[in-house]
């Protein structure tokens, strides 16, 4: 039996690639949410928490 192929990386391209010089490259909020409701940041040593609420909108607490 041949395993599984492993799942294709997430290809985040470089900031500002094809972008108008200043504005940054949106990245869709699945690729960081990856199938998960909730997940934590670590930004400069601070913890934060960013959720998805049922509605669909995204919650950004400290």
């Not at 391209?13 to 108008?20: C, L």
């Not at 940041?41 to 607490?61: S, V």
């Amino acid at each position: 039996m041949t395993p599984a192929p492993a799942p294709a990386p997430v290809n985040i391209p470089p900031s500002g690639a094809g972008q108008v010089a200043g504005t940054p490259a949106p990245i869709p909020s699945s690729e960081l949410l990856r199938g998960q409701r909730v997940i934590e940041i670590d930004h400069e040593g601070q913890r934060y928490r960013l959720q998805a609420t049922r509605q669909g909108k995204l919650i950004l607490t400290k």
